[in-house]
């Protein structure tokens, strides 16, 4: 339908104007068009195409078609991975679609490959550097190390290997919730009552989770009981008898010790374990740095010293 508008300038009939209703869509088509968006999304799918059906080497013709050779080894991995996951050899038909994925996978990787999308890719970077760590294990493997080799390691290293000391005790809780900023005066009044014998009944302390009595308590005992400062506070005790206050996250102790097994430098028996995961750990990373170092040597590396010194001044500023 059409509808006719007439206005009037100056008193002057202007020829009338036709405005058709509904039909805004070629200009919706027309914007569209017009869209840089648009137009690099198109250019980007001409040059894609004309590389992977014109330039493309793998594809460019029949005769020039990459190979993949899904050779017995291939096969035999692929079942044997198959194995691993599924606890038992896949079917024939699993066989083939195992195969056919395979097949699939490597077409896309080829390509990606021939494309060059692997370049300047932070991942693939980072997969390609932890393959070669790996390669240089496997190819360098470190020996199981001899109880002579473990026990040298031991000697030069024996202040890592010493063995706190433990403690039998009892002890009496003040709880910081209860006492607020008096509990470490609190304990500290019942301690000298206690070390002078004024006490005539066993004091029992606030009520908690925590234990009373702990017989040959570690320090790693004490630190996930009590938290790491009453564990250091307990380390210093070389006495038996009521002693404290030593303080935790939950208030103030006083402890009774009543048996104190020293603490000494760990013996190969004692840290076999540690050490030589220890010694196996040191030993790959002068091993890994050996192989780098060789590998260092047969490259010149150029570095901009005054780019180096820009970037340090823009850190400071």
Do not use: C
């Not at 044997?80 to 038909?93: A, F, I, M, S, Y």
């Not at 393959?131 to 190390?145: N, R």
């Not at 196996?280 to 590396?301: A, I, N, P």
């Amino acid at each position: 339908m059409q509808k006719t508008v007439t206005t009037l300038t100056n008193k002057e009939t202007l020829p009338s104007q036709t405005i058709v209703e509904g039909n805004d869509q070629p200009q919706l088509i027309i914007r569209i068009l017009r869209e840089p968006l648009l137009h690099f999304l198109v250019l980007g799918a001409l040059l894609f195409g004309l590389y992977f059906w014109v330039g493309s080497p793998s594809i460019a013709s029949t005769s020039s078609a990459k190979k993949i050779d899904v050779s017995a080894p291939v096969i035999e991995s692929l079942q044997g991975t198959w194995e691993l996951q599924w606890g038992r050899k896949p079917t024939l038909q699993q066989l083939e679609k195992l195969v056919d994925n395979y097949v699939h996978d490597e077409i896309l990787y080829q390509e990606a490959l021939a494309l060059g999308l692997d370049n300047k890719d932070i991942i693939v970077r980072r997969r390609l550097i932890q393959k070669m760590q790996f390669l240089v294990e496997d190819v360098a493997g470190i020996k199981e190390p001899s109880d002579e080799e473990l026990q040298s390691y031991l000697d030069d290293h024996a202040d890592r290997y010493t063995i706190p000391g433990r403690f039998s005790f009892n002890q009496v809780y003040f709880s910081r919730e209860l006492h607020g900023d008096s509990s470490d005066t609190d304990a500290q009044n019942l301690l000298t009552q206690l070390q002078n014998n004024t006490v005539q009944t066993p004091p029992r302390g606030d009520r908690s989770m925590l234990p009373t009595i702990y017989t040959l308590a570690s320090a790693q005992t004490l630190n996930n009981t009590f938290g790491g400062t009453l564990a250091r506070e307990m380390a210093e005790v070389t006495e038996k008898g009521w002693q404290g206050p030593f303080h935790s996250a939950y208030g103030s102790h006083l402890v009774n010790v009543t048996q104190i097994e020293p603490g000494h430098p760990g013996t190969l028996t004692e840290v076999r374990k540690s050490v030589r995961l220890d010694y196996l750990r040191d030993k790959k990373q002068k091993q890994d740095e050996l192989f780098y170092q060789k590998l260092r040597d047969r490259y010149t590396v150029s570095i901009d010293e005054d780019a180096l010194n820009q970037e340090f001044q823009k850190e400071d500023t």
